[in-house]
């Protein structure tokens, strides 16, 4: 059984930055998958922020993070990261981890919360 755990969510004021972590587990290698990052905001629908492949390290990101987060991976650890910088209150959302061989895959973390002040 895939299971995704987040953290490094938390409370922030514009400008600053975070560093979300992704730790996945329940297979012996996920070198044939895809990891993703998505957001979810009050009332508004969960979206696509980026995504990495585990075995070419291609990476692709929504337009609106696009230049300010960065996603990678280490592969040893099955850890994902997400580089959150120069954030902006419109980045405050819930985060969730997604897996799957293409993203978006059936495993979803718990997500964790970002909160940007302006």
């Known amino acids: 059984q895939v299971q995704l755990v987040e953290s490094g969510g938390g409370l922030v004021q514009a400008g600053d930055s975070l560093r979300l972590t992704c730790a996945a587990s329940g297979r012996q290698t996920f070198s044939n998958y895809e990891m993703g990052w998505y957001r979810q905001a009050p009332g508004k629908e969960r979206e696509f922020v980026a995504r990495?492949?585990?075995?070419?390290?291609?990476?692709a990101y929504a337009d609106s993070v696009r230049g300010r987060f960065t996603i990678t991976r280490n592969d040893p650890r099955n850890t994902v990261y997400l580089q959150m910088n120069s954030l902006k209150p419109e980045d405050t959302a819930i985060y969730y981890c997604n897996t799957g061989e293409y993203v978006p895959g059936p495993y979803w973390g718990q997500g964790t919360q970002v909160t940007v002040s302006s």
């Open positions: 990495i492949s585990w075995r070419s390290g291609r990476t």
